[in-house]
């Protein structure tokens, strides 16, 4: 069982900017791939990033291309990694509870189905 600590949602004027952090309790086959998923009020969740944990490739939704980037980085003892999601220039469509995720190689980055573990998710509300 992987857990996922997710924190740094808050609430934004639109074009402001977030970090959001996820920290990982390990550093294995089973968080091969990490990202997020969102969700708004009314709305199934919604894939926004992956990043491929052993050599950084990075995967991002249409929707937040450009704006967004995803990142690690890895514990010296190479034991743990922490995510980061830079959200840059938020819009109120951006709005939702943000989910970080990890999985083992297999299956689909934008199905949620496929993502076994979970945080407990962190609001980012962007409002004027």
């Known amino acids: 069982q992987v857990h996922l600590d997710d924190s740094g949602g808050d609430s934004v004027q639109p074009g402001g900017a977030l970090r959001l952090v996820c920290a990982a309790s390990?550093?294995?086959?089973?968080?091969?791939?990490m990202g997020w998923f969102r969700q708004s009020p009314g709305k199934e969740r919604e894939w926004v990033a992956s990043?491929?944990?052993?050599?950084?490739?990075?995967?991002?939704?249409?929707s937040v291309k450009g704006r967004f980037t995803i990142s690690q980085t890895i514990s010296p003892d190479r034991v743990k990694n922490t995510v980061y999601l830079q959200m840059n220039n938020l819009r109120h469509e951006d709005t939702g509870m943000y989910y970080c995720?990890?999985?083992?190689?297999?299956?689909?980055?934008?199905?949620?189905?496929?993502?076994?573990?979970w945080g407990q998710g962190t609001q980012v509300t962007v409002s004027s």
């Open positions: 995720v990890a999985k083992s190689p297999g299956g689909r980055l934008f199905d949620a189905a496929d993502w076994p573990y």
């Open positions: 390990e550093y294995t086959y089973k968080n091969h791939y």
């Open positions: 990043i491929h944990t052993r050599d950084s490739d990075t995967y991002y939704a249409d």
